[in-house]
Every structure is written in structure tokens, then in C-alpha cells.
């Protein structure tokens, strides 16, 4: 994906297995975020870093998702544990991850570390990727936000 395609659409389960399709984002501002794990230091850190800033975003009218590839199982131990208020995706078969086109890091066996900031109309206005510095994602997706 690059700066300007449209929101891919697509289909997976959240935390509390309900099916999510990626058109219920469209009319207000998403940002997408794909991780590696859950429950791994960075990704806690990431995951932690949305949830503190959560109100930042809905102030911004944005929708906030993350997306691994862990199961929805996990992901609502995840969700629970850290009291994330936010949408996780289960992408077991790793499908979604390869329709956004997510680089993997470490010789392929690592899962990047990518968001994906869209407008109200599902337009891609910045890709931001960055493994090893995970909280800087709330940050650079904050300024794109304020852009729009």
C-alpha cells in the first residue's frame, strides 16, 4: 500500500468474536495499527500507549484497531488485562497483513510493526512503520490526525 490507496476492505474477529468488516470504519478517521504479539513487551507498550491516549482520539473522531495475528482468545485476555478500550483484529492466516502489504523485520521472522492512518473517506494519508520505537506510533498518528 502507499500514500492515497483506498481502505482495503476486509473481514476478521475482534476480541469478542464478532465479525468486523473494515467498511465500518468509513465516515470517520482510522488509524490501523499492526503489531507482532500480544502480551510482548513492545507490543504492550504499543497497545498501552493507544489506550492512554484513547480520549486524544475520540477527540479527534478517529477509530482506533490493532492487528495481530494472535488469536481472538488472546486477544481478549490482552484487551482485559490491560484495559485497552479499542477494537483487536485476529489475522491468524496473516491475510489482512499481506492486503496492507506489512514488511516483516529480522530476516522475515518478525512481524512488522506498522500504522496506518485513513481519512474519513478510507483514503491512506500516512503509513508510519517503526519495530523498535513502538509508543512513537501514537505520536506520529496524533499529527497526521490534526492534519486532516
Do not use: W
Not at 23 to 40: C, N, Q, R
Not at 118 to 127: P, V
Amino acid at each position: 500500500m502507499k500514500e492515497g490507496d483506498k481502505l482495503p476492505e476486509f473481514s476478521l474477529l475482534d476480541q469478542n468474536r464478532n465479525e468486523f468488516n473494515s467498511k465500518s470504519l468509513l465516515g470517520k478517521k482510522s488509524v490501523i495499527y499492526f503489531y507482532p504479539k500480544d502480551e510482548t513487551k513492545g507490543c504492550t507498550a504499543q497497545a498501552c500507549s493507544f489506550r492512554d491516549a484513547f480520549e486524544d482520539f475520540k477527540n479527534a473522531d478517529a477509530n482506533v484497531v490493532g492487528i495481530s495475528s494472535d488469536s481472538p482468545e488472546s486477544h481478549e485476555k490482552f484487551a482485559k488485562r490491560y484495559d485497552l478500550p479499542f477494537t483487536l483484529l485476529s489475522d491468524e492466516e496473516k491475510e489482512v497483513r499481506k492486503l496492507f502489504e506489512v514488511p516483516t523485520n529480522l530476516l522475515g521472522f518478525i512481524p512488522g510493526r506498522v500504522t496506518y492512518i485513513f481519512d474519513e473517506e478510507g483514503i491512506l494519508k500516512k503509513i508510519y512503520n517503526s519495530q523498535m520505537k513502538p509508543e512513537s506510533h501514537v505520536d506520529e498518528a496524533m499529527k497526521v490526525l490534526e492534519e486532516i
